[in-house]
């Protein structure tokens, strides 16, 4: 698997081609309905895992105000970007990810979500850890993806990445959940209702056929209970 630093040069390449924009047009259906389940109260305290140029931490902020948002990267250079583009919340901020162990004291969140991250974390027992220690008890995490084993229409997402990534399903990341010390886990997958261009031929998807299709099965969605 890609080091920290390795990814850290890829996704600080990503945000000079401005490829972070485009994070939040094709997931913010999915992302809604997920901070919609999270039950989140004003005073809440959230990490966004992978937050790359923190719209959804921004999302989550406006759902705080008596609480916080804070997005952790490893890339400074999408962190960078998302401090920038912070405005004037006062409850938001942003860490870059510069080891595996996270930047923040034991317990000090009552929710965590990640959006389309997990799969390139180089040791996802470490994160799964680190996630349990720094969340509160009964504290709850929501992590989402799209490269993942029940959808057989982005499998072939190993090859086109610069970096290496882990192809696993629903019971995998709950067995690491577990591993980690969540007693309670869930997956489902959610149908994704973004509308697909009908002349669409982009390399993810090759077609309009398969991207509805790879929509039609959705986003993985693996919730965590401590």
Do not use: C, I, Q
């Given at each position: 698997?890609?080091?920290?630093?390795?990814?850290r040069g890829e996704f600080d390449r990503w945000a000079r081609e401005g490829r972070g924009a485009g994070m939040e047009e094709g997931h913010r259906a999915v992302t809604n309905f997920i901070i919609?389940?999270?039950?989140?109260?004003?005073?809440?305290?959230?990490l966004d895992l992978g937050c790359?140029?923190?719209?959804?931490?921004r999302l989550l902020a406006d759902r705080v105000p008596a609480g916080m948002a804070v997005g952790l990267d490893v890339s400074e250079e999408m962190i960078r970007h998302a401090r920038d583009h912070a405005g004037d919340q006062p409850n938001v901020s942003f860490r870059v990810l510069r080891e595996n162990r996270f930047p923040f004291h034991d317990g000090v969140f009552t929710h965590a979500l990640s959006i389309e991250s997990l799969y390139y974390h180089p040791d996802l027992g470490v994160t799964f850890r680190e996630l349990h220690r720094v969340l509160a008890r009964g504290g709850r995490a929501?992590?989402?993806?799209?490269?993942?084993?029940?959808?057989?229409?982005?499998?072939?997402?190993a090859e086109l990445l610069e970096v290496p990534v882990q192809l696993l399903g629903g019971e995998d990341y709950c067995g690491l959940a577990r591993e980690a010390g969540f007693p309670e886990c869930e997956h489902e997958t959610i149908?994704?209702?973004?509308?697909?261009?009908?002349?669409?031929?982009?390399?993810?998807?090759?077609?309009?056929e398969r991207m509805r299709a790879a929509r039609a099965i959705g986003s993985l969605v693996v919730v965590c209970r401590k």
């Open positions: 698997m890609a080091s920290l630093d390795e990814l919609e389940r999270m039950e989140l109260a004003s005073d809440s305290r959230v790359g140029t923190g719209w959804a931490t929501f992590l989402m993806v799209n490269f993942f084993k029940e959808n057989p229409y982005v499998h072939h997402w149908p994704d209702p973004t509308p697909v261009p009908a002349d669409y031929r982009g390399r993810h998807y090759g077609t309009a």
